[in-house]
């Protein structure tokens, strides 16, 4: 456990969250390495989100451990503190900033300042406004980066918040259903995103979208009730008896 | 260059607001001193008065549209402080009565020679001096919502919990107040002042003198909550606002930021409480009455929320018809005002200046071509 503990990213064992007696989490066990990409699928209500609810500490767990690079336990920080150490999110429901213009998202969301008299005082630099630049060109938003975010297609939201996650830099992103509500082209559009942000980065992705997790071509793991099922290839996993029985056969 | 840059500080509405306050600072003094008092636009010293009682409310709706209209935290209690800015001027112009006062004590206003009091309480003492009064008047507000606001924030109380605990705020503060014991002046509260830094507050020029710097000060809370809202900081406010949680997975500690806007704020409305209070000649415990606070955030909802000029335009202007109305038809005041509310919450969400910027952008999409075709940006 001490070499997994020290060269994963994220390490979670033995974590449990109830709501009311319901185990949404039910001593779920599972690690994440360095510069990994993994998928996770599984039925409705497996407790994918909690998962992502739990690390990114918007949800405490009852009991368990979690560790962010070996040595941050998750379980003592807030949200902002976690989001500061490098562990961005994107939600299941697209969350923007909607009165706020498409370039504004992008700008709060850089990395750096955070502080209120910091954020009181900032000038946008030239080097801030270049990456801002850089970024919605690679989520394909550099024509609507005046209009305000309300105005973009569910699509672009989607795309939207990638970008935003991607300016915080974070060192692991955890991406829930990020194809939702997208079109075939642009699904596989997003995939290849992903592949590409993932030569970087650590990423978690959920997806229900089988096509498009056989796109990303990485390690799956299977959740069900709160722990996982299965774990392996897609290829693996879907001729598993039980992934088939809960899951894909449905 | 200048007028350009200061355009795009102020945008449209801001300017032509600034320039009807200026004009309001040189003509009013005009029409009151200069013009006869024969002349048809002659304006009487009470007139004078009254317009610096509605710059002061001018004032504490600037300071509700920073918090509610840009970080989405609805106070029901911001007449607090108000009052705590009124109540700290008060008690400078009471130790300026000196052996003036009916009993003609040189240290105790005259109430606590009525009640038989021996000497000055300790939270008195300073307030002799004009500059510490001064301090006064934006410290015991702003650490009032620095206490309440850490408390509130860090445990996360928002929306009508939040507003029903500074609804809750401002009647404890009334009730302390009626009572003599609090060493406030009870519910005759303070009064009888004679004047300030020498001046008469009596006299026509000390009136003029209040009215000019109520515009100043409305000025200065323009600009600063203006320089507010265009930072990074009042970028994150309004993300606050619109989504709370996904700013803190951002890594912003909202906390800190609705503390920081929220004692700006309550300090801004402490100034207007103590610009008003030599105005009016008087401060009592009703200025902690619950009602104010709602009637003060009503005034922001009808000229329109979240745009700074909106809220000078309700505070100003549902004063003018509440001064009207309580002259002509004085039962149907609460009347007139609860339709109001009700009006612009069905039919203006925006207020009267989202109205007229609606206006604005039909007129500009009816241009073929016109430079003005897409969709404008509220940049409020
Ligand atoms: N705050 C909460 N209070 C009560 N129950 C909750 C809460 N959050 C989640 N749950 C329950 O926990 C279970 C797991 O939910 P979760 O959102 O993690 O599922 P999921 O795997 O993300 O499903 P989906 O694929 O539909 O997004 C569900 O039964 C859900 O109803
Ligand atoms: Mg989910």
């Given at each position: 456990?001490n ?7 994220l390490?979670?064992?033995?974590v449990?969250?109830?709501?009311d007696g319901f185990?949404a989490?039910?001593a ?7 510069g ?5 699928i599984g039925?409705?209500?497996a407790?994918?989100?909690t998962?992502?609810d739990?690390?990114?500490g ?13 040595s941050h336990?998750l379980?003592?920080?807030d ?6 150490l ?7 429901r697209?969350?923007?900033f909607?009165?706020h213009?498409v370039?504004?998202?992008i700008?709060?969301?850089l990395?750096?300042?955070?502080s209120?008299?910091?954020t009181?005082?900032s000038v946008t630099?030239?080097?801030?406004r ?10 394909k938003?550099?024509d609507?980066?005046?209009?305000l975010?309300?105005?973009l297609s569910?699509g672009?939201?989607?795309?939207l918040?990638i970008g935003?996650l ?9 991406v829930?259903?990020p194809?939702?509500?997208m079109?075939?082209?642009e699904t596989v559009q ?8 993932a030569k ?5 992705v ?5 096509s ?5 071509d990485?390690?799956?793991t299977?959740l ?8 392996g290839s897609l290829?693996r996993v879907s001729?598993d ?10 | ?5 200061l355009?795009?500080?102020?945008g449209?509405?801001g300017l032509?607001m600034?320039?009807?306050?200026l004009?309001l600072a040189?003509?009013?003094p005009?029409a009151?001193?200069v ?9 009487d010293?009470s007139?004078?008065v009254l317009l ?13 549209d ?13 007449g607090?402080?108000f ?11 009471m ?6 006062g009916?009993?003609g ?7 606590m020679?009525?009640l ?5 309480p300790w939270?008195?003492?300073g307030f002799?001096?004009?500059?510490f ?5 934006v410290l015991?507000p702003g650490s ?5 606001g850490a408390?509130a924030?860090?445990?996360?109380v ?14 404890a503060?009334?009730l302390a107040?009626f009572r ?9 509260g303070?009064t009888?002042f004679?004047?300030v830094?020498?001046f008469?507050?009596?006299?026509q020029?000390t ?13 200065a809370?323009?600009v ?9 900081l ?12 996904r700013?803190r997975f951002?890594g ?14 309550a300090m ?5 409480g103590?610009l ?7 401060i009592n ?18 000229g329109?929320?979240?745009t ?13 018809g509440?001064s009207?109305?309580t002259?002509?038809?004085?039962e149907l005041?609460l009347?007139a005002l609860?339709?109001?509310?009700v009006f612009?919450t069905l039919?203006l969400?925006k207020?009267?200046l ?5 206006l604005?952008r ?12 897409e ?6």
């Amino acid at each position: 456990m001490n070499t997994e503990l020290t060269s994963a990213v994220l390490y979670l064992d033995d974590v449990s969250v109830s709501f009311d007696g319901f185990k949404a989490l039910n001593a779920l066990s599972f690690v994440v390495k360095h510069g990994e990409m993994r998928a996770i699928i599984g039925p409705n209500g497996a407790g994918k989100t909690t998962m992502m609810d739990v690390i990114t500490g918007k949800t405490r767990p009852d009991v368990g451990t979690l560790l962010f690079d070996g040595s941050h336990d998750l379980t003592k920080l807030d949200e902002a503190s976690i989001a500061q150490l490098g562990i961005g999110r994107k939600f299941q429901r697209p969350t923007v900033f909607e009165s706020h213009t498409v370039r504004d998202n992008i700008l709060l969301s850089l990395s750096g300042v955070r502080s209120v008299f910091t954020t009181l005082f900032s000038v946008t630099t030239k080097d801030e406004r270049e990456r801002i630049e850089r970024l919605l060109e690679r989520v394909k938003l550099s024509d609507a980066a005046d209009r305000l975010a309300a105005e973009l297609s569910h699509g672009q939201k989607q795309w939207l918040e990638i970008g935003m996650l991607l300016a915080q830099d974070p060192s692991l992103l955890l991406v829930d259903e990020p194809v939702a509500g997208m079109t075939d082209a642009e699904t596989v559009q997003t995939a290849t995103l992903l592949r590409e942000i993932a030569k970087d980065h650590s990423v978690v992705v959920v997806e229900h979208d089988m096509s498009f997790v056989r796109d990303l071509d990485v390690m799956v793991t299977v959740l069900h009730e709160g722990s996982v099922l299965a774990e392996g290839s897609l290829d693996r996993v879907s001729a598993d008896e039980r992934v088939i029985d809960v899951y894909l056969g449905r | 260059m200048i007028t350009k840059r200061l355009f795009e500080f102020t945008g449209l509405p801001g300017l032509l607001m600034l320039l009807a306050l200026l004009v309001l600072a040189v003509y009013v003094p005009y029409a009151n001193l200069v013009l006869e008092k024969g002349s048809a636009f002659h304006l009487d010293t009470s007139a004078v008065v009254l317009l610096g009682k509605y710059l002061c409310f001018a004032i504490l709706a600037l300071s509700i549209d920073l918090v509610w209209g840009y970080c989405g935290i609805l106070s029901l209690g911001h007449g607090a402080f108000f009052a705590l800015g009124g109540y700290a001027m008060g008690m400078h112009l009471m130790r300026e009565i000196g052996t003036r006062g009916v009993y003609g004590d040189p240290i105790l206003p005259d109430f606590m020679v009525f009640l038989n009091w021996e000497e000055l309480p300790w939270f008195w003492y300073g307030f002799d001096q004009f500059w510490f009064a001064m301090v006064m008047v934006v410290l015991a507000p702003g650490s009032l919502a620095f206490v309440f606001g850490a408390l509130a924030f860090r445990s996360r109380v928002t929306g009508v919990y939040l507003s029903i605990i500074t609804q809750a705020l401002t009647f404890a503060l009334m009730l302390a107040f009626f009572r003599n014991e609090m060493g406030f002046g009870g519910n005759n509260g303070l009064t009888d002042f004679k004047d300030v830094l020498g001046f008469d507050l009596q006299a026509q020029s000390t009136r003029i003198g209040l009215y000019l710097l109520s515009i100043l000060a409305l000025i200065a809370a323009y600009v600063v909550c203006r320089l507010i809202v265009l930072s990074r900081l009042g970028k994150v406010l309004i993300a606050v606002r619109d989504a709370e949680s996904r700013t803190r997975f951002i890594g912003y500690r909202v906390e800190h930021y609705k503390l920081f806007v929220w004692t700006v704020s309550a300090m801004m409305a402490g100034v207007a409480g103590a610009l008003y209070v030599p105005q009016v000649g008087i401060i009592n415990p009703g200025e902690f009455a619950p009602a104010n606070s709602i009637e003060a955030v009503i005034w922001v909802a009808v000229g329109g929320r979240g745009t700074l000029v909106g809220a000078v335009i309700g505070g100003i202007g549902v004063n003018m018809g509440k001064s009207y109305f309580t002259g002509a038809i004085p039962e149907l005041w609460l009347f007139a005002l609860g339709g109001l509310f009700v009006f612009v919450t069905l039919f203006l969400p925006k207020g009267i200046l989202g109205l007229l910027s609606n206006l604005k952008r039909k007129r500009a999409a009816s241009e073929p071509d016109g430079p003005g075709t897409e969709p404008v940006k509220e940049r409020a």
